[in-house]
Structure formats: structure tokens, C-alpha cells
Antibody, heavy 121, light 108 residues
Framework: QITLKESGPTLVKPTQTLTLTCTFS??????????VGWIRQPPGKALEWLAL???????RYSPSLKSRLTITKDTSKNQVVLTMTNMDPVDTATYYC?????????????WGQGTLVTVSS | DIQMTQSPSSVSASVGDRVTITCRAS??????LAWYQQKPGKAPKLLIY???SLQSGVPSRFSGSGSGTDFTLTISSLQPEDFATYYC??????????FGQGTRLEIK
């Protein structure tokens, strides 16, 4: 059974760096074709893809946020970490991590419960 | 950038109704389209992938069709648990993965 869970701060100040951790079970990020992605959703708004990382350490970022994002993985810990620099109130959102079953098809078949991050001074 | 436009943005329907939601891509995306269902306070759930393939465990009243730029999600007979927001997602224009703006399905 695949499960994912996001963790990190619920409140960050403007200009700070956000670090979110996705801890997963039921699959390995060393398995060929597998990936993990991050998606966010501002309150009452649509979903926005942020970044993904594959089993082979291939990393992809949303072009509009690329300069602020870094995604890494720790296969031994079954974790994926997303950092976002220079946080702004418009970055207030629920952040989800999700499992990608097989590259190169990008679809998210298992999702974490999400974590709400509020950006405010 | 490929834009995904869903219509309608909201729809009211009754239990037992047949409902169709449309997603249009600004450029052709072959069959690189997925549909998700999201209930309030919950994570999205994958329903359909590759435009028409039903995800394991999803009821057969859900179906998807289309290719190129025009896609549809159809619920053949609405059940109470189907009232939610639905999103389409394209993954043809890598590195940009985009979602539609969502369609809210409400009880009439």
C-alpha cells in the first residue's frame, strides 16, 4: 500500500525559505520509472504543479518557479524534500506530494494528505 | 504554454443524472490527459489517465474520451459521493504540467 505524508512548517514569514518533506512508504524511489511530484493549491483555487524527481535523480521544475525551487531525494530514508526560497503571501497554499508510477507519463496516482503553509509576518 | 480550459466551471445536477465535463487544451496533447476528483479538505484522487483509461478501483460510471485538444469526463449516473470538484491535467508539454481550473459539481 502506497502512502505519502507531507511535513514542514505551517507558518513562514515573507522572504524566508520553506522546506517541506515528503515521507513515503509502499514504493522505492530506486525503482526504475518511479517519481515523486509536488503540487500546491491556494485556498479556493486550482492545483499548480511545482516540481518532480525521478528514480534516476532527473529533476523537473515549473518554469515560473524554477529559480526558487530545489527538489532532492533520500532513497534510504524514503523521503523527498522540496525547498522554496523567498516566500511571499501569495505562496500560501496546501502543498501536496504525490507518487508518479511510471516515467515518462506524468500522472499522480497516490497523494499525501497535504499540508497548509501560511505565509505571513 | 499549453492552457487547459474546463467547462462548465460549475454544474448542478441530481442523483441519477448523466453529467459531462469538458477540458480543452490550447494545443494538441495527443492523449496525455488525466482527470482527478477532489472533495473538500481532501487530496485529489486520480480517476482517468491517458484520456480514457479508468484507474483501478474507480467505478465504471466514470469514463473519459477525447484526444488532441478536446476531452470529456462523463459520469453516467450520478451518485451522492460524486459531488466534488473535478480537474483535468495535461502532461504533454513537458516541462510544464498544467491543470485545468476545475469544475465544481453541486447537488441540484
Amino acid at each position: 500500500q502506497i502512502t505519502l505524508k507531507e511535513s514542514g512548517p505551517t507558518l513562514v514569514k515573507p522572504t524566508q525559505t520553506l522546506t517541506l518533506t515528503c515521507t513515503f512508504s509502499g514504493f522505492s524511489l530506486s525503482t526504475s520509472g518511479v517519481g515523486v511530484g509536488w503540487i500546491r493549491q491556494p485556498p479556493g483555487k486550482a492545483l499548480e504543479w511545482l516540481a518532480l524527481i525521478y528514480w534516476n535523480d532527473d529533476k523537473r521544475y515549473s518554469p515560473s518557479l524554477k529559480s526558487r525551487l530545489t527538489i532532492t531525494k533520500d532513497t534510504s530514508k524514503n523521503q523527498v524534500v522540496l525547498t522554496m526560497t523567498n516566500m511571499d503571501p501569495v505562496d500560501t497554499a496546501t502543498y501536496y506530494c504525490a507518487h508518479i508510477p511510471r516515467a515518462p507519463t506524468i500522472l499522480f496516482d497516490y497523494w499525501g494528505q497535504g499540508t497548509l503553509v501560511t505565509v505571513s509576518s | 504554454d499549453i492552457q487547459m480550459t474546463q467547462s462548465p466551471s460549475s454544474v448542478s445536477a441530481s442523483v441519477g443524472d448523466r453529467v459531462t465535463i469538458t477540458c480543452r487544451a490550447s494545443q494538441g496533447i495527443s492523449s496525455w490527459l488525466a482527470w482527478y476528483q477532489q472533495k473538500p479538505g481532501k487530496a485529489p484522487k486520480l480517476l482517468i489517465y491517458a484520456a480514457s483509461s479508468l484507474q483501478s478501483g474507480v467505478p465504471s460510471r466514470f469514463s473519459g474520451s477525447g484526444s488532441g485538444t478536446d476531452f470529456t469526463l462523463t459520469i453516467s449516473s450520478l451518485q451522492p459521493e460524486d459531488f466534488a470538484t473535478y480537474y483535468c491535467q495535461q502532461a504533454n508539454s513537458f516541462p510544464l504540467i498544467t491543470f485545468g481550473q476545475g469544475t465544481r459539481l453541486e447537488i441540484k
